[in-house]
């Protein structure tokens, strides 16, 4: 399992970047990361009715202020919990058949 503490690195970096590293560094494969990037880009926090960007440095834009890990782990406990009822409400409507 990946671990923040171990790897510092990964919690400097947006969100975007984070997901790519994971790939590069092959937590995830490459289908996993296009999925994912999809998905962030679908889902991004909206800080307000205008814009989903909170900060910007070094020519990206970042939903959370750098190196701020509980807003991004919330962010992704809250659409895993999310994507994990989809799943079992889709199972549970394919059971019924």
């Known amino acids: 399992m990946l671990s923040t503490k171990d790897n510092k690195d990964y919690t400097l970096a947006g969100l ?4 790519s590293r994971l790939s590069q560094d092959g ?3 490459e289908d996993e990361f296009l999925y994912t990037k999809a998905y962030i880009m679908a ?3 909206k800080l307000s009715f205008f814009d989903s960007i909170l900060y910007k440095a070094n020519n990206a ?5 750098p190196g701020a890990v509980r ?6 406990r809250k659409h895993i ?3 994990c009822k989809q ?3 889709e199972n549970s409507s394919s ?3």
Do not use: E, H
């Open 95 to 97: 059971n019924k058949r």
């Open 71 to 76: 807003p991004r782990v919330a962010w992704i």
């Open 81 to 83: 919990n999310s994507l």
């Open 27 to 29: 937590f995830i494969t």
């Open 61 to 65: 834009d970042y939903y959370w202020t």
């Open 16 to 19: 975007c970047f984070w997901n």
């Open 87 to 89: 799943i079992n409400n």
């Open 43 to 45: 889902n991004r926090p």
